[in-house]
């Protein structure tokens, strides 16, 4: 089992910034395969982002490349997400996912966090 914390999420004006942290424990951390996804009332819960576990891949959805960084501290057991230039249409509850098999992935994780609201207001 693996156990996701999400935290940083919060209300903040279009143009701004926000950093997503993710703390997950009950497995070797730097063996994850870890992910963003985030869901928007009414609507299907999309991929973010993901990073595998050495930190040297990384996918990103269209709509948040060049705005949006993941990175993971791996002596921190900790995964980010860095949100720049953030939008309206960003706003969403945003979870953290955990993939035991180590690699970056755009779907298919066996673990999730409970998720952290973002808003951004115009």
């Known amino acids: 089992q693996v156990q996701l914390v999400e935290s940083g999420g919060g209300l903040v004006q279009a143009g701004g910034s926000l950093r997503l942290s993710c703390a997950a424990s009950?497995?070797?951390?730097?063996?994850?395969?870890l992910g963003w996804f985030r869901q928007a009332p009414g609507k299907e819960r999309d991929f973010v982002a993901a990073?595998?576990?050495?930190?040297?891949?990384?996918y990103y959805a269209d709509s948040v490349k060049g705005r949006f960084t993941i990175s993971r501290d791996n002596a921190k057991n900790t995964v980010y997400l860095q949100m720049n230039s953030l939008k309206p249409e960003d706003t969403a509850v945003y979870y953290c996912?955990?993939?035991?098999?180590?690699?970056?992935?755009?779907?298919?994780?066996?673990?999730w966090g409970q998720g952290t609201q973002v808003t951004v207001s115009s």
């Open positions: 009950g497995r070797t951390f730097s063996r994850l395969g």
């Open positions: 996912a955990a993939d035991p098999r180590g690699s970056a992935r755009y779907r298919g994780y066996d673990f």
């Open positions: 990073i595998n576990w050495s930190g040297d891949v990384t």
